[in-house]
């Protein structure tokens, strides 16, 4: 179908090694589209929606065993063990070639083999970059098509050249024993055996768009970033945009989709989405860092997805979505999962498969939940209600300040700034969160995840520490960087500030600093703010409360410190500007 020899010849080596019955180029068309829900629902893979109520949504079931990223089953192969580092799992290439060679030998008999020719970025954007990932699932090729620019477009941007990411998936027996995630970096190609979740599957996101694309990202001096972009607008029409990073599941999508309190509303303030996963970022011809999203969709968490928390995020997957392993209200064939504000329905079937009532509990006495704690939704960006006009815009958006944070009910108070780039690297590398559903294990435990790149940068970590030292030397005007906490407890474990869209006044603080309109407090972490500086005004916390959650308890920084140093003792090849700035913290919070 397509003419680029490259392709071509790849495509028809795979098919020997996995002997489909059939191979399916795919064009992207609705056409397509509508003759692969077809078949899709024919054979169960796809459970049709109520297309009254959900028009063009559909709903998909994975396996029991296949509901989350599995880490330990993620690899990155290179030749040399120090180029992947310690955060990484590591497996030699010559070896994963061969180990998944006998996994994926004839792996597709019987099968269809679809071939996704797919974009990350805009078309004809410097930043993006073209993918073709064989698959042989059609949940696989239908997300795709939402989180991409997918098909005949991407291979008339490829051309007839071999500048491409090559990503092979076969479903296997989707079995956790026998499943593999393994990036090459040194060969531009993904490998994904025995899986068929979105995060293990859908190869242009986490497998491409940060672990292949944080590689070449060092490589060709740009970033690939685990971040949500996001547009703030104010009464005049001036617009700023900030990205943040966060591990999954602690809030990324409901920042990016912020809904400002009313009283900003009404001032004029709106708040743009640009992407609410990824970043990849280059110097601007003006010396500013420019960001574009590289994805086409949202692939969300949808438990506590309501109107109160995300209500952009609820709107945006009312049409043209797939659920993954939340329940469906036999009632009307639509929807639900925990916390989406709305009552339970009477009678549903669970994530599982099984009829499911409100109240159910297990033989334990534990409640049993509709939907799976890390059941999603892939919807299309441009259905999201405050999408950014510009969102596509192919030279990005300029950054004017780069946010931390993670879950830390202790710690870290609600907002500081950097000192500098070098410290504020440092903060990013010691960044803490406590875990959540979004990755398997166990959670609420806490764990360092710098950058919010521990499962997703594919290279030594402590390199890629450097490089962030590095681009800061190249960028004539870099963003501000700044760490925010936003669940921050009380004694009985309640959150103190009240989130959502009063996180709007902290970002409005934080582009007040990057515009220089406001001093700050020196602490022994960073600038804080002075809290009459931060407008509570109908936000339901006042000053004292506020000043406790600014506040830094020299006892818990102690230990913070001493836990930074065990942390980054790790990293044998860390940056020892790295090293220097957390001496500094601990002499400074000696200090206090």
């Known amino acids: 179908m397509y003419n680029n020899k490259y392709v071509n010849d790849w495509v028809a080596q795979m098919a020997l090694m996995t002997q489909p019955k059939e191979i399916v180029w795919l064009d992207g068309s609705e056409e397509e589209r509508d003759r692969l829900l077809k078949e899709a629902v024919a054979t169960g893979e796809m459970i049709e929606l109520n297309q009254e109520k959900l028009p063009g949504c559909y709903y998909h079931r994975t396996a029991v065993n296949d509901v989350a990223r599995v880490e330990h089953c993620t690899f990155i192969c290179t030749e040399h063990k120090e180029d992947a580092g310690p955060s990484n799992n590591w497996m030699e290439k010559s070896f994963a070639y061969a180990k998944l060679g006998t996994y994926f030998w004839g792996s597709m008999r019987g099968e269809t083999m ?35 620019r997918m098909g005949k477009i991407a ?80 009464p ?129 006495g534990a409640p049993i939940k509709a939907a799976h704690p890390n059941s999603r939704f892939t919807a299309p960006a441009k259905n999201c209600p405050c999408i950014a006009p510009n969102w596509e815009d192919p030279k990005g958006v300029p950054i004017s300040a780069i946010i931390f944070g ?55 970590m402590g390199d890629y520490f450097g490089h962030w030292l590095e681009m800061g030397e190249k960028i004539p005007n870099p963003p501000k960087i700044f760490n925010v906490n936003w669940f921050r407890t009380d004694d009985e474990g309640h959150f103190i500030w009240p989130g959502f869209g009063d996180n709007f006044r902290v970002i409005q603080w934080i582009l007040a600093r990057c515009n220089g ?27 004292e409360t506020l000043k406790g959650l600014l506040s830094i308890d020299k006892d818990a920084w102690e230990q913070e ?7 980054l003792a790790q990293f044998e090849k860390l940056p020892p500007e790295i090293k220097k700035q957390a001496d500094a913290l601990k002499d400074r919070v000696a200090g206090m």
């Open 236 to 364: 005049q029409g001036n617009k700023q945009y900030v990205c943040a990073a966060f591990p999954s599941a602690c809030g990324k999508t409901n920042l990016a989709m912020l809904i400002p309190p009313k009283k900003f509303r009404d001032m004029g303030y709106k708040v743009w989405t640009v992407g609410d996963d990824i970043a990849w970022l280059r110097i601007g011809e003006d010396g500013r860092l420019w960001a574009v999203n590289p994805e086409a969709g949202f692939f969300g968490v949808a438990p506590g997805t309501s109107m109160k928390s995300n209500p952009n995020a609820l709107l945006t997957c009312k049409q043209g979505t797939i659920y993954t392993n939340v329940a469906i209200d036999k009632k009307d064939n639509t929807v639900w999962w925990e916390g989406m504000g709305t009552p339970a329905p009477e009678d549903a079937i669970d994530w599982k498969g099984n009829d499911w009532k409100p109240g159910q509990v297990d033989e334990n």
């Open 406 to 460: 993670g879950r830390r009910a202790k710690v870290a108070p609600l907002v500081y700034q950097s000192f500098s780039w070098e410290h504020g690297v440092f903060v990013g590398s010691t960044m803490a969160s406590e875990t959540t559903a979004a990755a398997a294990g166990a959670v609420g435990v806490v764990r360092r995840d710098p950058m919010a790149m521990k499962p997703f940068c594919g290279y030594n």
């Open 517 to 543: 309109k406001v001093d700050a407090v020196k602490t022994a972490v960073g600038y804080e703010p002075r809290p009459e500086d931060i407008d509570l005004e109908d936000s339901g916390v006042d000053l």
């Open 114 to 148: 679809y071939v996704i020719p797919y974009i990350m970025g805009s078309a004809g954007s410097p930043f993006s970059k073209v993918g073709i990932e064989l698959t042989d699932s059609i949940y696989v090729v239908l997300n795709m098509r939402i989180m991409t």
């Open 155 to 234: 291979m008339d941007q490829l051309g007839d050249s071999p500048d491409y990411i090559k990503g092979l998936h076969a479903k296997g027996e989707v079995d956790p024993e026998r499943r593999f995630i393994c990036q090459f970096p040194e060969d531009n190609a993904i490998w994904s055996y025995g899986s068929a979740y979105g995060g293990n599957v859908l190869l242009g996101k986490k497998c491409f768009a940060l672990r292949i694309a944080s590689w070449l990202g060092r490589k060709e001096g740009w970033m690939a970033e685990h971040m949500l972009i996001v547009g703030i607008e104010d």
């Open 561 to 567: 410190a001493a836990e930074i140093e065990t942390h």
